[in-house]
């Protein structure tokens, strides 16, 4: 008993489930287009029923003839002719027009289900009597006028457009042939479709431009029973695809899987009195069908065991045989959508195609990716390997190419490597990623390696380069820089010159082989050089923070050894101020040199340019004008340092020769038109800061340090010399032997034997040792002897008035103090006047400088803060000294 389904219930309602039921029960998507959906219209009770179920063996719901006439069918319902075996034949049975249970003016179903039966359906069975054919208002006529009328909303003439078969089924067909009545039929067809209101488009069309007309006849199902039958099953025979006389014709239509869909939604649009567009529709379905045939391809893909498989062994590592595996996957699941899409809409179906595939790579690509990087990896991994070995003593880089030479072919052997691997085990047929992107990251990769490997052969060729650099540079530039003599500075860039041009030589034959460009090269040989000259600065600034002590050092080694290196032992010919001023000017070149870092020969700032263009004078002498400088200002305070300590204003000496220098410098500064050192604030002609060492004030400051120094150095210089023209002279001045002999043996025993004379001699000698001493009549001749004659000349009568205000003070403590003993004041009081009188006389007796000294010591133990200060604690510690020697 075949299935029956009612699509469209009596309230005129889709039963989609039904439906869908019924198209799975009965594998319509298996069917794909090859089947064939027939339906029938008519008048109620006009045997529809009866000829469907005797036609397609179908089981519709007859009227009982006995129960007279009434309506059975309600609404549409559909079954699956199980005689037609050739085709599947969908059969579907159409309520009965011009029924009383709708009423007589509810046309408005009928009109939608024909409609529906039109759209749907590829063959319209059309119930006719035959006793209406020819007549003018045969029960039939007004339902094919509603057709006629309706299928003018669904299709339009097209030439290549299937026409709906129209096949008028005659009932109770009488002896008449059937030639004569389809004639007949065919006038009253052709009347009535004049006779129907058309668009403007179609007003000259005729009915066979939209329909494929069909006649049967079929014998009285009452009285002529067997005949009916037989018709009947001659009937159904015209629905085998093969017949000769078939009723079905191959066309496109919708495939069985979108069948429930297709009916569904032209019935929605049907229902809802828009107009049915057919080949929208159709291409809607399409839509829908191939958006899920694509979705189902894809989920079975993802699903699939063998890709599953393939996405858990990729995450390991590099898989053999990957892209030909992917490939099979993707291709079998493009070809199930092929399959399955095939009958609908062409663009819609290479539409969805085309998403299908985009779809597909994005999900295989990340797996792909993967799979790119680690075959990528193992090949860059296989070339580090080589270019390693390459590189080692003895490997490809040692020949005749050297590096270039052996990193080409590693990477040209790498390329080859990635080339076949991907041929063999990463190529997705069908995919867009033919290898050619891959190989270019891969050779991205290739060159980036060998750069950084170039780049850290040269670095490290550039160390050992500056390493010797270094080395060449430092202990040059740290000798001359212990001398800071005059012309240090084109010595030291010399110095840099050799040194960078050495270590240059050094890098360029060991990078030989590394293919550098002229300009790569010209860079490393300028960074060299850059290098050599920023070392040798760092020396000179590091030196600059050590001016002073370097200055005394100098100074000391000037001051204190001879020409031959030998220490001076500061005899009375030695001209201390002359070696002092030459020990200073040596020490003040320290000063200049490290004041300002020099521009190297050739190379002078703008605005020195400009100067010394105006001036016409060469760059070198730049430089010199700062020396110049400070020379000026280190001569002139020399000169008044040594003037001071001549004068016997030691302990001044610092202050006053500064003040002097300063009056001094600065006059010879502006009298020669160049730089003034005491009030320059900077350098001019140095514009760059960072060249500028010590501003003109620091070298000021450093230069008063060094002077202090300085003087207290020669102060002991002097103090020593005058120690040692004492210590020399021991024995009788010659002018005295000579007196002694001029005054001859006899009068000198006078002399002895005549305590008065004896006495008064003596008194007379001790007045003079002490005049000899206050006028201190050798360091006044050391000036010559006319300027120390006429200087002791002007000095003769004050030391003579001071030696006998001494002498008087002197016997006036004597007695004092021997007054005080008489008086029985203590024998202490007594013995420190004595002492007191001892130390005087000693000190003034000496004569010396040191004894000088001493006694300005014992004075200022005495008297305490009455005493004139000391200038230093130097000067105090000296003086303690001299008189610990003088004691
Ligand atoms: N004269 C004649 N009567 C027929 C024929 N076929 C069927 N009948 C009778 O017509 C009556 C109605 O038959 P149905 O097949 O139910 O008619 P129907 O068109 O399907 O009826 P609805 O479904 O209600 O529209 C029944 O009593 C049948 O015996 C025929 O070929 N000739």
Partial sequence: MAAIVQVINGDGEFESAGVQSFVDKNELAQCRTNYAVVAIMGPQSSGKSTLLNYVFGTDFKMMDAMEGRGQTTKGIWMSKSPKVTDTTVLVMDLEGSDGRERGEDDTNFERQSALF??????????NIWCHDIGREHGSGKPLLKTIFQVNLKLFAPEPDRKKTVLLFVIRDKTKTPLAKLTEVLEADLDRMWDSIAKPAAYAGSKMTDFFQVQYAALSHFEERYEDFQADAVHLRRRFAPDAEDTLICGDEKLPGDAFALSIHNIWDVIRSQKD???PAHKVMVANIRCQEIADDQLRAFAADQAWAGL?????????EGFGPQVAGLMDSCVKGYEAEALYFDAHVREAKFGELGKRLLAAVQPVYQAQVAAQTAAVLTSFEKELKLALLPGGAASGSGGFVAAAAACRAAAVKEFAAAFKKHLHIQGTPWDGTAEAA????????????????????????????LSTLLSAPVIALLEVCGPGMWPRLYGVCRDAAAAADKQLLGSLAGYGLAAAEAEALSEGLRARARAAMEGHVREAALTRLSRMKDRFQEVFSQDESRAPRMWGARDDIPAIAAAARLAAANVLAQLAVIRPPPGEQQPQQQQQQAAKGQLQAEQGDAIEAAVL????SSSDAASTAATDGAAADASSSSSDAAAA??????????????????????VADESRVLLAPHDVRTSWREFMSYSNVAVQQALS???????ANNRLPPLWAIAAMLALGWN?????LFNPLLLVVVGVLVLFLRSLYVELDVEREMARGALPGAISLSHKVVPACQSVLRKTAESVQQLMHSLQEGQEGQGAAGGGRAAAYTVDHRANSSSGTPAGQKAGRYTELTRRGAAAPAPSSAAEFTDLQAESKKAQ
């Fill in 664 to 685: 001094a410098a600065s006059s010879s500064s502006h009298a020669h038109g160049a730089l003034d050192l005491l009030s320059a604030a900077t350098w001019p002609g």
């Fill in 441 to 468: 990251a891969l050779e991205a990769a290739l060159d980036a390696h060998i750069a950084k490997v170039r780049d850290e052969h040269v670095a490290a060729a550039v160390a050992r380069a500056e390493k010797a």
């Fill in 720 to 726: 020593a010399q005058q120690a040692n023209r004492l």
């Fill in 117 to 126: 039966a039109l759209a749907v359906a590829d063959v319209l069975l059309v």
């Fill in 276 to 278: 049915l567009n057919l």
């Fill in 632 to 635: 000026q200002l280190a001569r």
């Fill in 311 to 319: 996405q858990e062994a990729a995450g390991l590592g590099a898989v």
């Fill in 747 to 751: 009068e000198a025993m006078a002399l």
